[in-house]
């Protein structure tokens, strides 16, 4: 049997959402539907209530900082308490996004923050151009005795990758990172009970489609053949994961 899980996906951005939570649902695709603002968190509760497989996560992008962020924190941190999932935060200090870097990383050091105080969250982190950084404000402000991050499409180097083990974090592996030499090499060198995967759906593309969360068998065929683990180990590996995640 093949467990498939999607632990970073926007389903709210496709075109036809609704379908796709559904497909999720009815594929038994474990789902965690990230946002892009805490403005979308009440439709993706309302679309979400009562499923099994899927579940809302509050965001509040970094590449959405900037103009009107205030209004949208003080948004989030009303709805924390709603909430045991988190995503997509973070930070991202590429070129068009680096005129926004401090409050980003003021923003973050609040998210860090106000997770770990209420405890038991599990966030998806968005850490483009800044692992460093980031892992330096996981450190400084989020215990891993105090909930789990999963470091989404993770880019930095082994080095980082061995600190973020170190810090308790997990890494949602997705194709384009399966297919990049760097991310292949991080990939056989991280523990396998660290691993989760995702899609990142609809920003990655499989087969020439927006990949949607039933695509992740592909994820974990290409994952399998990294690993040199059978798909239904590896599936069953992802699966022991996530029950780790979720229960701790």
């Avoid at 989020?142 to 909930?147: C, I, N, Q, T, V």
């Avoid at 384009?176 to 056989?188: D, F, P, R």
């Amino acid at each position: 049997m093949i467990h498939l899980v999607d632990f970073h996906c926007h389903l709210d951005l496709y075109p036809d959402y609704k379908k796709v939570i559904e497909e999720s649902e009815a594929a038994k695709v474990y789902t965690l539907a990230v946002t892009t603002t805490p403005r979308a968190w009440k439709r993706n509760c309302e679309l979400t209530e009562g499923l099994q497989y899927v579940r809302p996560a509050l965001g509040l992008h970094p590449q959405l900082i900037g103009k009107g962020t205030a209004e949208e924190l003080k948004l989030w941190e009303h709805l924390l308490p709603q909430t045991r999932y988190i995503g997509e935060v973070g930070i991202d200090a590429g070129p068009a996004y680096a005129h926004t870097l401090e409050e980003q990383k003021r923003v973050f050091a609040r998210i860090l923050t106000l997770c770990a105080k209420e405890g038991n969250k599990i966030l998806s982190v968005h850490a483009a151009h800044s692992t460093g950084l980031v892992l330096d404000l996981i450190e400084k402000y989020f215990p891993s005795s105090e909930g789990t991050i999963i470091l989404h499409w993770f880019s930095g180097t082994m080095a980082q990758a061995r600190r973020a083990v170190r810090l308790g974090c997990y890494f949602s592996v997705n194709t384009a990172m399966l297919g990049s030499k760097n991310g292949q090499v991080i990939i056989q060198g991280l523990p396998t009970d660290r691993i989760m995967i995702e899609t990142d759906g609809p920003f990655i593309e499989i087969n020439g489609k927006p990949a949607r969360p039933k695509d992740v068998i592909y994820t974990i065929e290409r994952l399998s053949d990294l690993i040199g683990f059978s798909p239904e180990k590896t599936s069953e590996v992802i699966a022991k994961n996530l029950k780790n995640i979720v229960t701790i």
